[in-house]
């Protein structure tokens, strides 16, 4: 059985730092890729970065794009989201997600979902 645990998330004030873990319990993890997404209250719940199984590629939304860095611990089976600068809108619940894919029109979607940490920014 898959488990994906967050960790990490917390109460910063806007323009502060959050780095996010994420420990997965599956045999495959450095051969899956993995990443993170957010939902926000009200909201849907969106992307935010993505990482190769070997770590040489990333991807990020546009929304946190220079400001988050997306790491990965093969041997640790962990997978890490660096957060800076942050703004109130980066409220949200954060998942982790493993063995992500694409659909055509660009969505990612995930095969393994964590519970989520709630990252809370002050103003």
């Known amino acids: 059985q898959v488990q994906l645990v967050e960790s990490g998330g917390g109460l910063v004030q806007a323009g502060g730092s959050l780095r996010l873990s994420c420990a997965a319990s599956?045999?495959?993890?450095?051969?899956?890729?993995m990443g993170w997404f957010r939902q926000a209250p009200g909201k849907e719940r969106e992307f935010v970065a993505a990482?190769?199984?070997?770590?040489?590629?990333?991807s990020y939304a546009d929304s946190v794009k220079d400001r988050s860095t997306i790491s990965r611990d093969n041997a640790k089976n962990t997978v890490y989201l660096q957060m800076n600068s942050l703004k109130p809108e980066d409220t949200a619940v954060y998942y982790c997600?493993?063995?992500?894919?694409?659909?055509?029109?660009?969505?990612?979607?995930?095969?393994?979902w964590g519970q989520g940490t709630q990252v809370t920014v002050s103003s």
């Open positions: 599956v045999r495959t993890f450095s051969s899956i890729s």
């Open positions: 990482i190769s199984w070997s770590g040489d590629t990333t």
């Open positions: 997600a493993g063995g992500l894919s694409r659909a055509k029109g660009g969505a990612y979607n995930a095969n393994y």
